[in-house]
Structures are given as structure tokens and as C-alpha cells.
């Protein structure tokens, strides 16, 4: 069973950045795509970010397209997510998660989460 623990949430005011992180332990961490889902209240959960196994693939939802940045370093077995040019519709709960088979959009494709870290943006 691998887990996924994130940090980094927080609230910051609209047009400043935040940067998530996600530590990934008990399983290898390059067996895993990884990706960043959100949730806002009453709102389903949604895409946000992807990377492949390596890092050399990513894949962005249209809403934050040039705006936030997924990375990962292997050798420390974590994932990130640089988000710059926050809004207030930024504002959720994030979550990553950990998939072998995919990066995509399909949050039932990833077999592991974590518990969520706060975001919220203030206009």
C-alpha cells in the first residue's frame, strides 16, 4: 500500500502563488503516475494537473493552463504543484493521487490519495 501525505495549502491573497507538495512512501515511487485533483464545496471533484512516470509527460485542465506547474523529483519521492496566479475560484480542498496506469482526467483511474490539503484564495 503506498501513501500520499500533502502540504503546502494555505490562504493567500488573489495573484500569489502557492506551492503543493505530496510524499509518496511504501511502494516505489516511479511505479506511480502522479496527479492533483481538487474539490470545492458542492462541487465535484475535478482535474487539475498530471505527470507521468518519468516527468517528461505532463497534462493541465484547461482552467489552470499556464498558470500552475506539476513537477516531480523521483530521487525524493515527491510530487509538486506550483500554482502562481491564484484566484478565488482556485479555492479548494487538493489532493494527490497515485496511478499505474494513467495520468489523466479519470479521478477512478488513480488507487491512492491523499488526505487533502486546504487552498484558499481571498479576491
Known amino acids: 500500500q503506498v501513501q500520499l501525505v500533502e502540504s503546502g495549502g494555505g490562504l493567500v491573497q488573489a495573484g500569489e502563488s502557492l506551492r503543493l507538495s505530496c510524499a509518496v512512501s511504501?511502494?516505489?515511487?516511479?511505479?506511480?503516475?502522479m496527479a492533483w485533483f481538487r474539490q470545492a464545496p458542492g462541487k465535484e471533484r475535478e482535474f487539475v494537473a498530471g505527470?507521468?512516470?518519468?516527468?517528461?509527460?505532463?497534462n493541465y485542465a484547461d482552467s489552470v493552463k499556464g498558470r500552475f506547474t506539476i513537477s516531480r523529483t523521483n530521487a525524493k519521492n515527491t510530487a509538486h504543484l506550483l500554482m502562481s496566479s491564484l484566484k478565488p475560484e482556485d479555492t479548494a480542498v487538493y489532493y494527490c493521487?497515485?496511478?499505474?496506469?494513467?495520468?489523466?482526467?479519470?479521478?477512478?483511474?488513480?488507487?491512492?490519495w491523499g488526505q487533502g490539503t486546504q487552498v484558499t484564495v481571498s479576491s
Open positions: 493521487g497515485a496511478s499505474t496506469v494513467t495520468y489523466g482526467e479519470n479521478w477512478a483511474s488513480y488507487s491512492d
Open positions: 511504501g511502494r516505489t515511487f516511479t511505479n506511480y503516475a
Open positions: 505527470i507521468s512516470w518519468s516527468g517528461g509527460r505532463t
